[in-house]
């Protein structure tokens, strides 16, 4: 695909991209500029801040889609909404969303991938379509982008703090209060790589999380957990903080679960986001799965 824009005024190259082709971010453009794909006036150029004259004419080509080894697989997929930029899927327990060490087949990505092969390229060769994650055992609410202008669109209401994600967490114990907020900064445990920790303002990000107690039971409490960041295991991370780890955590929490469950009780039950060319956020809502219904039930019946 080539896309050709003459100059109305003078510009810096990448900005005056920018402002032009929305439906790409800056830093995709820039690399766009730099790996060649770009000519000012027939001629290639290479530098993001080149300063372009009045009337010079730009052209910019497209590159076709890196080749990609993913091969897409007929899984089922319980697909909440669909239009031709986005995807809104309940994600069940024990998915992972995008390969990985250990996980080159069976996840997301690829079931996305079967059901639409449109996807293959978009955002990323190894994560087509992804602009946000949920652990493998967290089930819910997830968002995948059909197209580069959808991916950047997402990603830029995700990076502005637009959208408004509610998950439920059942934890062990009871919060120091009903209701509250969580800042703790959070980085790679010293100790061991592969987990997240609650560390000093130096060594980590901001991580901010608001909680509202839901219901409670003789020894656990329903959350309703709301992250302002998207830190990696924030959740449970930040309710472990509180003293109240999540139920089935056996990473933050206690290693012996105190109710008989094969995964940790957080789901993202709900979402609400402004779609690409929408004026209002719309809302999205994923109830609890059966096995997470069932673990209240009985601890109702038990209270």
């Known amino acids: 695909m080539t896309f050709t824009?003459?100059?109305?005024?003078?510009?810096r190259l990448d900005k005056f991209l920018v402002a032009h082709l929305s439906e790409f971010s800056r830093s995709r453009l820039q690399a766009l500029i730099r790996d060649g794909f770009v000519s000012v006036d027939d001629r290639v150029v290479t530098k993001t801040g080149?300063?372009?004259?009045?009337?010079?004419?730009?052209?910019?080509?497209?590159?076709?889609?890196?080749?990609?080894?993913?091969v897409p697989e007929e899984i089922p997929l319980d697909i909440l909404f669909e239009n031709q930029d986005v995807m809104v899927i309940n994600k069940p327990a024990g998915m992972v969303v995008h390969p990985s060490a250990g996980h080159g087949t069976g996840t997301l990505v690829h079931a996305a991938l079967?059901?639409?092969?449109?996807?293959?390229?978009?955002?990323?060769?190894r994560r087509?379509?992804?602009?946000?994650?949920?652990?493998?055992?967290?089930?819910?609410?997830?968002?995948?982008?059909?197209?580069?202008?959808?991916?950047h669109w997402l990603q830029d209401q995700f990076k502005s703090r637009k959208v408004k994600k509610i998950y439920l967490a059942l934890v062990d114990g009871f919060p120091p209060t009903p209701s509250g907020r969580?800042?703790?900064?959070?980085?790679?445990?010293?100790?061991?790589?592969k987990k997240m920790a609650i560390v000093s303002e130096q060594k980590g990000r901001s991580a901010v999380t608001e909680y509202f107690t839901v219901e409670t039971f003789a020894r656990h409490s329903l959350i309703e957990a709301h992250p302002l960041t998207g830190r990696t295991h924030q959740i449970r991370l930040h309710l472990a903080f509180l003293g109240c780890p999540i139920v089935g955590d056996t990473i933050y929490g206690h290693r012996?679960?105190?109710?008989?469950?094969?995964?940790?009780?957080?789901?993202?039950?709900?979402?609400?986001?402004?779609?690409?060319?929408?004026?209002?956020?719309?809302?999205?809502?994923?109830?609890?799965?059966?096995?997470?219904?069932?673990?209240?039930?009985?601890?109702?019946?038990?209270?």
């Open 128 to 151: 087509p379509g992804i602009v946000h994650r949920l652990d493998k055992d967290t089930s819910g609410l997830i968002l995948i982008a059909k197209n580069d202008h959808a991916h």
């Open 5 to 11: 824009i003459t100059a109305a005024t003078a510009d």
């Open 256 to 303: 012996k679960s105190s109710i008989d469950l094969p995964r940790h009780f957080l789901h993202a039950a709900r979402l609400t986001i402004q779609l690409p060319g929408e004026e209002k956020a719309r809302t999205f809502e994923a109830a609890l799965p059966p096995e997470l219904t069932e673990i209240l039930n009985d601890l109702r019946s038990n209270h």
């Open 182 to 193: 969580i800042e703790a900064y959070i980085g790679r445990d010293p100790s061991h790589r």
């Open 114 to 125: 079967a059901h639409a092969p449109e996807l293959e390229g978009v955002g990323g060769e």
């Open 50 to 70: 080149m300063l372009l004259a009045a009337n010079q004419k730009v052209i910019i080509r497209l590159p076709a889609p890196a080749p990609s080894d993913l």
